[in-house]
């Protein structure tokens, strides 16, 4: 990993041992329990010094019992060895603070829209949720809001399209979240118990 611009894999980012950090999205993101407002600054202190000396920015989103961290290599559009070198100092910072990473607590949440006119629909949503068109896709730079991928539902998508009898017409939305394999588990079995299956439909009886 000595080429900067290189674009790493999820693998070779798991492989990289910053076990306080996962790849979700083509980024690496780390929660880190503070406890209080006060040590949570004290780490976003030393992310600053730090990205600041390195020419290499994250985003850091701190509230009073944690704070969460996002690397990514925007000239590349993905992840690079500047993202995991810096993640290392941030997980030294946060260990030094007594700061613990919450592996199992990294979520992102993405919205999803069948649709046969996403080249329409893009502009008007990033209208509406004051962002910008991205790749065909509306995105909040400022990430308030989830990115909007579409999905055409005259096509099929064996990845990533809902079973066929299960499969909704155009102009339905679908909830997509991204976590770990670390909270996989855990969520599916709270969904069934909170009424829901873990695709985000109702779980059918019998």
Avoid at 43 to 68: F, Q, R, W
Avoid at 182 to 192: D, G, I, K, Q, Y
Wanted: with cysteine.
């Amino acid at each position: 990993m000595t080429d900067e611009k290189q674009k790493l894999t999820a693998a070779q980012v798991l492989e990289a041992g910053i076990d306080d950090w996962r790849p979700i999205l083509g980024r690496i993101k780390a929660r880190f329990r503070t406890g209080d407002f006060a040590t949570g600054l004290a780490l976003v202190d030393k992310i600053g010094e730090a990205a600041e000396a390195a020419g290499h920015h994250p985003d850091v989103s701190l509230t009073y019992p944690e704070v969460l961290v996002t690397l990514s290599s925007h000239d590349v559009g993905g992840i690079t060895s500047r993202d995991v070198d810096l993640a290392r100092r941030i997980s030294g910072f946060a260990a030094d603070l007594g700061a613990e990473a919450d592996v199992a607590g990294l979520t992102q949440l993405e919205l999803g829209l069948d649709t046969t006119r996403s080249e329409q629909n893009a502009p008007f949503y990033a209208a509406l949720f004051g962002g910008e068109v991205k790749d065909g896709e509306p995105v909040d730079p400022s990430g308030q809001v989830p990115t909007v991928w579409w999905q055409d539902p005259t096509e099929e998508d064996p990845e990533y399209a809902l079973p066929s009898s299960r499969s909704s017409s155009a102009g339905t939305w679908t909830c997509g979240c991204r976590t770990t394999r670390a909270s996989v588990a855990s969520r599916r079995c709270s969904t069934p118990a909170a009424g829901w299956s873990a695709t985000g439909l109702p779980p059918r009886s019998g």
